[in-house]
């Protein structure tokens, strides 16, 4: 199994930018497909983005592309968010995943590991 620790996530102001890590120790950080997803207060956990093994593959949410970048560093055993132009709607914690599959899937039952979660607030 693999774990993951996400970092990265504080209070910003409305047209930031912001990169969140998300470190992986365990297995092969290569074997996985990784995910980053987000959950704001009283709603369910969302899709963000993912990237194949290799990170030659991303998949966005729609409202996400030209504002967020999902990379990884398969030496440093680490994936990354850029997020750009941050609104208040983002303002929500942050999850990294990793999935055993080879799919970029967009649903959180895919995942089979998850990190503990950054806070990100964007203010207005």
């Known amino acids: 199994q693999v774990q993951l620790v996400e970092s990265g996530g504080r209070l910003v102001q409305a047209g930031d930018s912001l990169r969140l890590s998300c470190a992986a120790s365990?297995?092969?950080?290569?074997?996985?497909?990784m995910g980053w997803f987000r959950q704001a207060p009283g709603k369910e956990r969302e899709f963000v983005a993912a990237?194949?093994?290799?990170?030659?593959?991303?998949r966005y949410l729609d409202s996400m592309k030209g504002r967020f970048t999902i990379s990884r560093d398969n030496v440093k055993n680490t994936v990354y968010l850029q997020m750009n132009s941050l609104k208040p709607e983002d303002t929500a914690v942050y999850y990294c995943?990793?999935?055993?599959?080879?799919?970029?899937?967009?649903?959180?039952?895919?995942?089979?590991?998850w990190g503990q979660g950054t806070q990100v607030t964007v203010s207005s």
């Open positions: 995943a990793a999935s055993t599959g080879i799919v970029l899937f967009t649903t959180k039952l895919k995942y089979n590991y």
């Open positions: 365990g297995r092969t950080f290569s074997d996985y497909v």
């Open positions: 990237i194949s093994r290799s990170g030659g593959t991303t």
